[in-house]
């Protein structure tokens, strides 16, 4: 079986969030004897292109409207990647130092024919071709309506939806820049007035997942507008949970943290990383940790924590590590609040991929206020590094924590996106962490909890069977 991925983002080349780890992650557990999985993204001008050389192997014009651009597809010269990655090169539209922008929808449509255009030339059609979020939602359209395409009507095609948030809608006016269909199925493009890639994937790919089983229920509930659309397609809809990468995401051999470490060595192997965070941060390496990895914007329930550290901090029983970037006025408060709260808090305000691993390893607990989480990542490593999770129940933080109340619980979980409950959380957390005994039995406890990408690989190979 042939795979195709086809994605915006795929770890390591190009990264925003999570797509960029689950497409850079299960190709590679999908790849066996009997199974190759391949990706298909854009060709960004960002360090992964500076840092490796390319060959191009096809070069052609893409038609978008009256508009015509040159593009090529290009490989690795190289193979630093356990799979196979083709690059399309757009130099006009895609090779900009950014992945996302306003001009997105001319962008990705183009890379869309681009990759159709040139499925069409190969001499073997691949088995499926599996499409990521709305940035490539236009493919199974033209599959199933574009003349052009006729050829690869054939060829099953699902849709995972990483976050139903975005959609990628536009103006009807821009109809014209699709290849040719019948357009009395022109109702198929539109939701709510206009086209929206994710409602037409939705309605013509031939299985529909999301990340997470709740997520999925989620969403028919609500879904920035498409929950009506999701609840008449249920039946070809089903969640599969996102796994972890378990050799990158591994304490014992990370060359990332400060010291590695495995259940039988997590007590040494932790300190040494929480005490460089606090050395390097201004923090009490003999007081709680709770971080915070993630993008500071309203899905994150970031905004709060302002108002967390306010209250949670006045006892001065713990500290608090944020790392992340995003909303500016977000940005500027957590930079002002250094001030105040000089050895108990402190942020770094950027991306920094080898700190957050640092985190994973030193921090005693993770802060996970979401409002929204399809499935989310940080939980699964943290718990990998022993770190505990403090998580709103919601997505996929309820299908992967379960609150220490119950039987076998291991994290602390709270209903709403609220200060006070993130507080009342946090406080839980002090509690547990001064029941040293419990504490250092669920921290190993934890590290032994697999999720990896193995179940979930498989779980898509058998949803990919069903297209047949």
């Given at each position: 079986?042939?795979?195709?991925?086809?994605?915006?983002?795929?770890?390591?080349?190009?990264?925003?969030?999570?797509?960029?780890?689950?497409?850079?992650?299960?190709?590679?557990?999908?790849?066996?004897?009997?199974?190759?999985?391949?990706?298909?993204?854009?060709?960004?001008?960002?360090?992964?292109?500076?840092?490796?050389?390319?060959k191009?192997?096809?070069?052609?014009?893409?038609?978008l409207?009256?508009?015509?651009?040159?593009?090529?597809?290009?490989?690795?010269?190289?193979?630093?990647?356990?799979?196979?990655?083709?690059?399309?090169?757009?130099?006009?539209?895609?090779?900009?130092?950014?992945?996302?922008?306003?001009?997105d929808?001319?962008?990705?449509?183009?890379?869309?024919?681009?990759?159709?255009?040139?499925?069409?030339?190969w001499?073997n059609?691949?088995?499926?071709?599996?499409?990521h979020?709305?940035h490539?939602?236009?493919?199974?359209?033209?599959?199933?309506?574009?003349?052009?395409?006729?050829?690869?009507?054939?060829?099953?095609?699902?849709?995972?939806?990483?976050?139903?948030?975005?959609?990628?809608?536009?103006?009807?006016?821009?109809?014209?820049?699709?290849?040719?269909?019948?357009?009395?199925?022109?109702?198929?493009?539109?939701?709510?007035?206009?086209?929206?890639?994710?409602?037409a994937?939705?309605?013509?790919?031939?299985?529909?997942?999301?990340?997470?089983?709740?997520?999925?229920?989620?969403?028919?509930?609500?879904?920035?507008?498409?929950?009506?659309?999701?609840?008449?397609?249920?039946?070809?809809?089903?969640?599969?949970?996102?796994?972890?990468?378990?050799?990158?995401?591994?304490?014992?051999?990370?060359?990332?943290?400060?010291?590695?470490?495995?259940?039988?060595?997590?007590?040494?192997?932790?300190?040494?990383?929480?005490?460089?965070?606090?050395?390097?941060?201004?923090?009490?390496?003999?007081?709680?940790?709770?971080?915070?990895?993630?993008?500071?914007?309203?899905?994150?329930?970031?905004?709060?924590?302002?108002?967390?550290?306010?209250?949670?901090?006045?006892?001065?029983?713990?500290?608090?590590?944020?790392?992340?970037?995003?909303?500016?006025?977000?940005?500027?408060?957590f930079?002002?609040?250094?001030?105040?709260?000089?050895?108990?808090?402190?942020?770094?305000?950027?991306?920094?991929?080898?700190l957050?691993?640092?985190?994973?390893?030193?921090?005693?607990?993770?802060?996970?206020?979401?409002?929204?989480?399809?499935?989310?990542?940080?939980?699964?490593?943290?718990?990998?590094?022993?770190?505990?999770?403090?998580?709103?129940?919601?997505?996929?933080?309820?299908?992967?924590?379960?609150d220490?109340?119950?039987?076998?619980?291991?994290?602390?979980?709270?209903?709403?996106?609220?200060?006070?409950?993130?507080?009342?959380?946090?406080?839980?957390?002090?509690?547990?962490?001064?029941?040293?005994?419990?504490?250092?039995?669920?921290?190993?406890?934890?590290?032994?909890?697999?999720?990896?990408?193995?179940?979930?690989?498989?779980?898509?190979?058998?949803?990919?069977?069903?297209?047949?």
């Amino acid at each position: 079986m042939n795979i195709i991925h086809i994605s915006a983002e795929c770890f390591p080349v190009a990264k925003v969030g999570g797509l960029a780890d689950v497409v850079g992650a299960l190709p590679k557990y999908q790849s066996t004897s009997t199974t190759k999985a391949q990706v298909i993204m854009p060709f960004y001008d960002n360090a992964f292109s500076k840092n490796n050389s390319f060959k191009s192997i096809y070069e052609s014009v893409v038609n978008l409207g009256a508009n015509s651009y040159t593009f090529s597809v290009k490989v690795l010269n190289e193979a630093p990647l356990d799979f196979d990655v083709f690059f399309i090169d757009i130099p006009d539209l895609l090779f900009k130092t950014y992945i996302y922008s306003a001009e997105d929808t001319e962008r990705f449509l183009a890379f869309q024919i681009a990759t159709l255009n040139w499925i069409l030339t190969w001499g073997n059609a691949p088995d499926v071709i599996h499409c990521h979020d709305h940035h490539t939602g236009l493919i199974p359209f033209m599959l199933q309506e574009s003349h052009k395409y006729k050829a690869l009507k054939d060829i099953p095609n699902v849709l995972t939806i990483h976050n139903a948030q975005y959609q990628g809608g536009f103006s009807h006016e821009n109809v014209n820049l699709i290849p040719e269909f019948n357009f009395n199925n022109v109702g198929l493009l539109d939701w709510n007035g206009y086209i929206n890639p994710l409602a037409a994937a939705i309605k013509c790919a031939w299985k529909v997942t999301t990340v997470s089983p709740s997520y999925m229920e989620e969403l028919k509930e609500k879904a920035n507008g498409l929950e009506g659309l999701l609840r008449e397609e249920s039946g070809k809809c089903s969640g599969i949970l996102n796994g972890i990468d378990w050799n990158v995401w591994n304490p014992e051999t990370d060359t990332n943290v400060i010291a590695n470490y495995n259940t039988d060595t997590i007590e040494s192997g932790r300190k040494a990383n929480k005490a460089y965070l606090c050395e390097r941060f201004n923090l009490d390496v003999n007081k709680p940790l709770f971080g915070f990895i993630g993008r500071l914007v309203y899905e994150k329930g970031s905004d709060l924590f302002p108002e967390v550290i306010k209250k949670s901090l006045e006892n001065n029983t713990h500290s608090i590590l944020l790392l992340g970037s995003g909303n500016k006025d977000q940005e500027q408060e957590f930079e002002n609040l250094k001030s105040q709260y000089k050895g108990s808090y402190n942020a770094y305000i950027g991306y920094d991929e080898k700190l957050s691993h640092i985190v994973y390893a030193g921090a005693d607990f993770l802060l996970m206020p979401s409002r929204v989480e399809p499935c989310g990542l940080n939980q699964m490593y943290c718990l990998r590094y022993g770190t505990i999770p403090i998580v709103r129940s919601i997505g996929g933080l309820k299908d992967t924590v379960t609150d220490i109340s119950q039987e076998n619980g291991f994290g602390i979980c709270h209903e709403n996106v609220e200060a006070l409950e993130i507080s009342n959380a946090i406080e839980r957390g002090i509690t547990l962490y001064n029941s040293t005994q419990k504490f250092n039995q669920i921290r190993k406890q934890i590290m032994e909890i697999d999720h990896s990408w193995n179940a979930s690989a498989q779980a898509y190979i058998n949803l990919y069977k069903q297209t047949k």
